[in-house]
């Protein structure tokens, strides 16, 4: 395994590079994960137009929309670690309304609860061209059984992790080194990134 410092535009092509090499009609699911110091949605976001100059419809999803509901993801209290990495994620509402119906139905369900104010959002469902890319950016996502076919992983060493969490959130850093342990998220990956430094990258390479 060696490191290789890269731009953030490399990484970019990189990971559009795996997509288009995937055929052309079958639709492909990417997931950006990484704690949210290392902004995964920023990734996520810069892969929507060149993934689309390769000829590939976009739905762009975020895990964020599909949290279980505040009654279960909080019932063991609001800074629970355990359950911020076992039950927060609507696992199953997300392959169901996306990951599977993308390819199964040809259509998917951009968001399904607003994170704010726990509401179903009620969105209508958006048509899925054959080959469409389905950009997922999240946190503490690997692991969870979705139904993805390429994961990134934004890695970020501890002393990064604890540096970039604000204070209020410190009870966060529990689940995280959990997640490192258990999940192991840069074995993994398809793609890793070390975002140590937002502004100098590095691509790992296998």
Known sequence: MRVQPVTFEAVVEHVVGLVAARERTTAVRVLVDGHPAAQPEVLADALVEPLRAAGRPVARVRVRDFLRPASLRLEHGRRDADSLLDGWIDVGGLNREVLTSVVERGRYLPTLRDPVTDRS??????????????????????????????????????????????????????????????????????VVVRMDDRRHPALVLR
């Open 121 to 190: 959002t009620r969105a209508p469902y958006v048509e899925a061209p054959p080959g469409t890319a389905v950009v997922l950016d999240g946190t503490l996502a690997m692991g969870r059984g979705l139904d993805v076919d390429l994961a990134v992983h934004l890695a970020l060493r501890p002393p990064a992790e604890t540096r970039g969490t604000p204070l209020d959130d410190a009870w966060q850093l529990a689940a995280y080194d959990r997640y490192r342990r258990e999940v192991a998220p840069e074995r993994r990956a398809d």
